[in-house]
């Protein structure tokens, strides 16, 4: 008897669906309340691009002196660098205003829209940078990328409320 498919999916494009928050508070970020999330400032129309904002794990040795075979145990889990490229205004009212380096907090990516039911993942953060980017050719709009340390264990795959 053969293995059992994996259920199709319903793919799609995710920049035209991804939604980016910007959340101040969250009491319990493996649960954000609909409040919480509202309390939010939504990015996605400012948002450029974006790194990282994924986990990765890194693997331990673990060698047995009755094989050759070295084999291994699931080690230490981290974040990448993570970073969103925003566009810049000339006036300075843009996202340095929200996100100065130091500002605490949570950057909420839901990657299928903001739909109740779906999921989202939930990044405690600190900005680390802004840096300006103010376009190399005739043709780059000005932009900042903003750098975020991951401070604590992302909750990943949390249901949307």
Partial sequence: ???????????YWSVAVNKWYFVPAISNKSAPTRLELNAGTDLTGEVADSSGWTTTGDTIEAPD??????AQVAGPVKADDSSLTI????????ARTLLPRGTTGFVVRLGGGDTAGRKMDVFPIRVKTVGKQYGGTATEPAKLEI????????AEDVTIP
Avoid: E
């Fill in 1 to 11: 008897m053969p293995a059992t498919p994996l259920a199709a999916v319903t793919r």
């Fill in 65 to 70: 002196g009755n094989s050759v075979f070295i």
């Fill in 87 to 94: 566009y810049a205004d000339p006036t300075g009212n843009d």
């Fill in 147 to 154: 750098s975020f340390a991951i401070t604590s264990t992302p």
